[in-house]
């Protein structure tokens, strides 16, 4: 043949060994062990998604995880395994399938994760391969239940020496935030899967892209913080008061062709809390005691109280509680001031009068 075309192959994190496989990994896959990782949101990407086939070329395979509220997910063990029926390559001259540097890794303090998967060497002429071939490679969080063990996958494209690829399309950066409005000291989601590795629609719907894959999502949020990365990713706004900050994302494909989309956040202060005291006035003799209640004071919706404090004007003396108690032990009219705070930081604030008698 005058001119030798090797076709593409990819290599797959998916979720099953194959029986008849000759692979090359660090290790042998141990026994999963300890609990299951429920609850936990798993991520892969591969960067590059595309490596030529020349026994050198390698791609990092990185696994996020997070928990339920978004946050990182350090020391959760995975199990990395790469899986391929090699025997119709063996029988084309080549020597493996690529190799894993790592199959047993654990999460950093960013919950991150990542092994190296290095491309295998061409096969020496008259060795040919004319069809695509797959190869498969999975991370599972390892978990004393094998079937319900979090099983994550991501690809990466093998290509030929010498052969070019089409022009990738410019991606689309979308996202969306919740809850809205986003209040100070609240927590708010941004999401980004609306994004497209090409172009989208005029509705917003993804158009068909040439295999092409969005490798990063990195977030600035307009407010002096750091920037962050991440598919979906939360982030809490401190600056008190009303304001209207920039949100800009930037997605990169697998191409390294970047977009941006920056949108206005209102961020709001909400609803102070309430409080209540009960009573809110009483008359009690010398030396008696009064019992307060807080227990009616109340948040905003959505909201909750996060603490009670008391303050004597008879004494000066403070405490702390939703029910509280305190002697009197002089003569005359006294208030006493509860301090509610929410969860956003804010306090609402009462009054009550206690009157003492000879």
Same mark, same amino acid.
Request: proline share 7%; hydrophobic share 35%; with cysteine.
């Given at each position: 043949?005058?001119?030798?075309? @090797?076709? @593409?192959?990819?290599?797959? *994190?998916?979720?099953?060994? !194959? ?16 609990? +299951? ?17 020349? %026994? ?27 899986? /391929?029926? #090699? ?9 493996? #399938? ?8 654990? =999460?950093?303090?960013? %919950?991150?994760?990542? &092994? ?48 070019? @690829? ?13 809850? =809205? ?14 994004? #497209? ?8 719907? #993804? ?21 962050? +990365? $991440? ?15 920039? *949100?800009?994302?930037? /997605? ?7 977009? +941006? ?6 961020? /709001? ?12 006035? *009483?008359?009690?003799? @010398?030396? %008696?005691?009064?019992?307060?209640? $807080? ?11 996060? !603490? ?16 509280? !108690? ?5 003569? %005359?009219?006294? !208030?006493?001031?509860?301090? &509610? ?9 009462? =009054?009550?009068? /206690?009157?003492?008698?000879?």
């Amino acid at each position: 043949m005058g001119k030798r075309i @090797l076709g @593409l192959w990819t290599v797959v *994190v998916a979720l099953a060994l !194959s029986a008849a496989c000759t692979v090359h990994q660090a290790d042998e896959a141990p026994a999963l062990t300890g609990p +299951s990782e429920f609850g936990l949101a798993v991520t892969m990407t591969a960067k590059p998604d595309r490596v030529t086939i020349d %026994g050198r070329s390698t791609s990092t395979i990185t696994v996020q995880v997070r928990g339920p509220n978004g946050e990182a997910k350090p020391k959760v063990a995975l199990r990395v395994d790469m899986i /391929v029926d #090699c025997r119709p390559l063996l029988r084309q001259g080549f020597k493996d #399938c690529g190799t894993l540097n790592a199959q047993n890794i654990e =999460t950093d303090a960013d %919950g991150r994760a990542s &092994v190296t998967y290095t491309a295998p060497a061409p096969p020496p002429p008259p060795g040919e391969n004319n069809t695509e071939q797959t190869v498969s490679i999975r991370a599972t969080a390892v978990g004393a239940d094998a079937q319900a063990a979090i099983q994550r996958t991501v690809d990466i494209r093998l290509v030929p020496p010498g052969v070019i @690829l089409p022009p990738a399309d410019t991606p689309t950066a979308a996202f969306t935030v919740t809850p =809205t409005p986003v209040n100070v000291n609240v927590a708010a989601t941004f999401d980004a899967s609306g994004s #497209c590795p090409g172009q989208a629609s005029s509705t917003g719907a #993804c158009l068909a892209s040439t295999s092409v894959a969005i490798d990063s999502y990195a977030w600035n949020f307009g407010d002096g913080s750091t920037p962050t +990365s $991440g598919k979906t990713v939360t982030h809490t706004f401190t600056a008190l008061g009303t304001f209207t900050f920039s *949100v800009t994302l930037t /997605v990169t494909n697998d191409r390294g062709v970047r977009a +941006s989309k920056t949108q206005d956040v209102q961020v /709001v202060l909400s609803v102070k809390p309430t409080a209540v005291i009960v009573p809110a006035s *009483v008359t009690v003799p @010398l030396g %008696g005691r009064v019992f307060f209640d $807080g227990g009616q004071s109340f948040a905003a919706t959505g909201h909750s109280i996060v !603490s009670h404090v008391w303050r004597f004007l008879d004494d000066g003396t403070t405490k702390t509680g939703v029910t509280t !108690s305190h002697d009197y032990g002089n003569v %005359g009219t006294y !208030s006493v001031t509860l301090t &509610v705070t929410d969860d956003t930081g804010q306090s609402g604030f009462a =009054t009550g009068t /206690v009157t003492v008698n000879p």
